[in-house]
């Protein structure tokens, strides 16, 4: 799949997170029926605002809030343990988030406690709906945090 982004303005990459769209209501297998893509430019929450969104019940409004969470949020634990949590989700779009959230934790070099983080994206891996963000994330946390971080 390529992306192109045609913008004349300067873009700050991590600020922004690509949304999919689908044709479906249904989040198909590795998402094969992402009809587009958008860019939504992520803000900063205060947490209490994170909080209400994460346990709001809407995956949108969880989705959102993880990705804010994970760029903003200074509580690297408690972000962690939120994205864990929401690779349980019944909703495919808020464990897709989970997922990509932990690895953009682990590309960003906040500390996560891999006997924690590892074997959930390893579980993660075997949801077909998700395996590849969490094969991605698996990867990042393996290569900037396997040596010498907190476990």
């Not at 992520?42 to 994170?50: D, F, G, N, Q, W």
């Not at 994205?83 to 495919?92: N, Y």
Request: proline share 5%; aromatic share 6%; glycine share 2%.
């Amino acid at each position: 799949m390529t992306i192109t982004i045609e913008s004349r303005d300067e873009i700050d990459l991590s600020e922004l997170v690509i949304r999919a769209t689908l044709s479906s209501p249904q989040i198909c297998d590795n998402f094969s029926t992402m009809s587009n893509l958008k860019y939504e430019r992520v803000h900063p929450l205060p947490k209490s605002e994170l909080i209400g969104q994460m346990q709001s019940g809407d995956p949108a409004a969880v989705a959102a809030a993880s990705y804010a969470a994970t760029r903003y949020e200074e509580d690297w634990s408690w972000v962690q343990t939120q994205c864990v949590q929401a690779l349980e989700s019944s909703h495919a779009s808020v464990r897709w988030a989970a997922a990509t959230c932990l690895g953009d934790l682990a590309f960003m070099r906040r500390p996560l406690d891999l006997k924690i983080v590892i074997p959930a994206l390893e579980q993660a891996v075997r949801d077909p709906q998700i395996s590849d963000p969490a094969s991605f994330s698996l990867r990042m946390v393996r290569e900037f945090l396997q040596e010498g971080s907190e476990t």
